[in-house]
């Protein structure tokens, strides 16, 4: 009879658990389409468009004598010393770099520059290109799970049944 009794508090266990899953899973798909639908109206910015928005906002321009003279010798993201005709970009904020390695810097981290933090692009078309370079969806990791299974782990379900 005890044995008997242990089965179906085992079996009754398992079943909790399988449920406490399958309602998890259904939140997770909720909360996809739910947000799906929420960002669906706000814009997606391909790497292609993100980088021509830089060069709309700050143009290139080769680097000159008259740059050398404002004291800009070298870019502060790959620490190399301008060349006379490399294509720079000049910022609002008055700092220079090599063209290649600001849009790197651009793309890879917020679009601030590297010095000063000043903003480069509005926050609205950076938060654009990230998701779509990062876009957020469920992707079949058992995070949620593991935490919740240690949650019910032990005496803890046994105190709440």
């Known amino acids: 009879m005890a044995a008997l009794s242990e089965l179906l508090s085992r079996l009754y266990t398992i079943t909790i658990v399988f449920f406490c899953l399958l309602v998890l899973e259904?939140?997770?798909l909720f909360r996809s389409v739910i947000g799906n639908i929420k960002n669906s109206d706000k814009r997606l910015i391909s790497t292609s468009q993100y980088l021509q928005l830089i060069e709309e906002k700050n143009p290139a321009i080769p680097y000159n004598d008259k740059l050398r003279l404002q004291s800009v010798t070298e870019c502060?993201?790959?620490l190399s010393e301008f060349e006379d005709g490399e294509s720079v970009r000049k910022l609002k904020c008055k700092h220079t770099f090599h063209k290649d390695c600001l849009d790197k810097w651009l793309q890879e981290c917020l679009a601030t520059c590297p010095l000063c933090r000043t903003k480069v692009l509005p926050d609205e078309i950076v938060s654009g290109f990230h998701r779509h370079q990062n876009p957020v969806?469920?992707?079949?990791?058992?995070?949620e799970m593991i935490f919740l299974l240690s949650a019910l782990h032990g005496n803890g379900l046994q105190r709440i049944f």
């Open 137 to 143: 969806e469920y992707d079949g990791s058992d995070e």
């Open 76 to 78: 502060a993201v790959c």
């Open 26 to 28: 259904a939140v997770i």
